[in-house]
């Protein structure tokens, strides 16, 4: 992220977008570096048409996709993402009136792949739970990131920006601050009730040698980053014997698939994630139709001979 914008040659509006997407859209450092790195490589491509960013038109851009499918080789997901981050980038130049419009905005991606959200069995996330060792603090804080995760579906760089004055230990509810500084509150149940309170009462006083206000801390102190949290993943799963792959994201997509297969309404699961439209809520229901069989044919007195 620390890039000399002039010895690189990095359009300074480029920097100006990510300032503009950490202290005003409250952004993640992994969204924006994600961003960064889509727009700098569609720079990188303009230069080599001898292009500039700020007049380009909607022809070029279809040679731009042509690139990314045909010699890049690369997935529709990626492309799409890709596009989405250029189509953010423009509507901020245009807001400023860097550029006349949006070109992006013309352009529609190919067809996304349809995938199910990967989510975890109750067992596994069982399994998963005994992993951390609550003698220490890291395992105690382990551990909670886990539970928190899980009771209350919210995404990695909202966990890690947690502070202890968010949380309300009598309501167990915490104040989560957003995409685009909206705030809601999430509440949190007797299991993760439990692990909080042990690690305030302990592993937290041990880790936090520098009087932080956040609730996750690494061993040094310091607050705990997307980063470090997706690698505490990794090592927690190579300790048990399941065969998947772990993610932030992974736990959330868990904690909605139970929430609707336990009777859960649509809307009430949009609430709990902070999602804006029910659309990002729907994919969910597709995956709850194997519980759906599974209920049927086991309750139904005819489903089956």
Same mark, same amino acid.
Request: contains cysteine; positive net charge; aromatic residues 12%.
């Given at each position: 992220?620390?890039?000399?914008?002039?010895?690189?040659?990095?359009?300074?509006?480029?920097?100006?977008?990510?300032?503009?997407?950490?202290?005003?859209?409250?952004?993640?450092?992994?969204?924006?570096?994600?961003?960064?790195?889509?727009?700098?490589?569609?720079?990188?491509?303009?230069?080599?048409?001898?292009?500039?960013?700020?007049?380009?038109?909607?022809?070029?851009?279809?040679?731009?996709?042509?690139?990314?499918?045909?010699?890049? +080789?690369?997935?529709?997901?990626?492309?799409n993402r890709k596009l989405s981050s250029l189509r953010s980038f423009y509507k901020y130049l245009a807001n400023e009136g860097k550029v006349k419009s949006n070109v992006f905005s013309f352009v529609n991606g190919p067809k996304k792949d349809k995938k199910l959200p990967r989510y975890?069995?109750?067992?596994?996330?069982?399994?998963?739970?005994?992993?951390?060792?609550?003698?220490?603090?890291?395992?105690?804080?382990?551990?909670?990131?886990?539970?928190?995760?899980?009771?209350?579906?919210?995404?990695?760089?909202?966990?890690?920006?947690?502070?202890?004055?968010?949380?309300?230990?009598?309501?167990?509810?915490?104040?989560?601050?957003?995409?685009?500084?909206?705030?809601?509150?999430?509440?949190?149940?007797?299991?993760?009730?439990?692990?909080?309170?042990?690690?305030?009462?302990?592993?937290?006083?041990?880790?936090?040698?520098?009087?932080?206000?956040?609730?996750?801390?690494?061993?040094?102190?310091?607050?705990?980053?997307?980063?470090?949290?997706?690698?505490?993943?990794?090592?927690?799963?190579?300790?048990?014997?399941?065969?998947?792959?772990?993610?932030?994201?992974?736990?959330?997509?868990?904690?909605?698939?139970?929430?609707?297969?336990?009777?859960?309404?649509?809307?009430?699961?949009?609430?709990?994630?902070?999602?804006?439209?029910? +659309?990002?809520?729907?994919?969910?229901?597709?995956?709850?139709?194997?519980?759906?069989k599974e209920v049927y044919y086991h309750s139904f007195p005819r489903a089956k001979r």
């Amino acid at each position: 992220m620390d890039i000399n914008t002039e010895k690189n040659n990095i359009p300074v509006e480029l920097e100006q977008y990510k300032d503009y997407l950490q202290y005003q859209k409250n952004y993640s450092l992994y969204t924006i570096e994600n961003y960064y790195h889509d727009i700098l490589e569609y720079l990188e491509w303009l230069g080599r048409e001898s292009l500039s960013f700020l007049t380009v038109e909607y022809s070029d851009i279809r040679f731009y996709l042509m690139y990314l499918k045909d010699e890049k +080789k690369d997935h529709n997901t990626s492309i799409n993402r890709k596009l989405s981050s250029l189509r953010s980038f423009y509507k901020y130049l245009a807001n400023e009136g860097k550029v006349k419009s949006n070109v992006f905005s013309f352009v529609n991606g190919p067809k996304k792949d349809k995938k199910l959200p990967r989510y975890f069995e109750y067992n596994e996330l069982e399994e998963l739970f005994s992993v951390p060792d609550r003698r220490t603090p890291t395992g105690q804080r382990d551990l909670l990131l886990l539970e928190m995760l899980y009771a209350t579906g919210v995404r990695v760089g909202e966990l890690i920006s947690i502070k202890v004055s968010d949380i309300n230990l009598s309501l167990r509810q915490i104040i989560i601050l957003g995409k685009g500084n909206k705030e809601r509150f999430v509440t949190y149940g007797e299991y993760c009730e439990d692990a909080l309170k042990e690690y305030l009462s302990d592993g937290y006083l041990r880790l936090n040698i520098g009087n932080s206000p956040y609730l996750f801390l690494n061993h040094n102190g310091g607050v705990l980053t997307e980063r470090g949290v997706r690698y505490i993943l990794d090592q927690l799963i190579k300790k048990t014997e399941i065969h998947k792959k772990i993610s932030p994201h992974m736990i959330r997509h868990s904690f909605a698939t139970h929430l609707l297969n336990e009777g859960c309404d649509l809307l009430t699961v949009q609430k709990l994630l902070g999602h804006e439209s029910i +659309k990002a809520t729907q994919i969910y229901t597709h995956v709850t139709t194997d519980r759906l069989k599974e209920v049927y044919y086991h309750s139904f007195p005819r489903a089956k001979r």
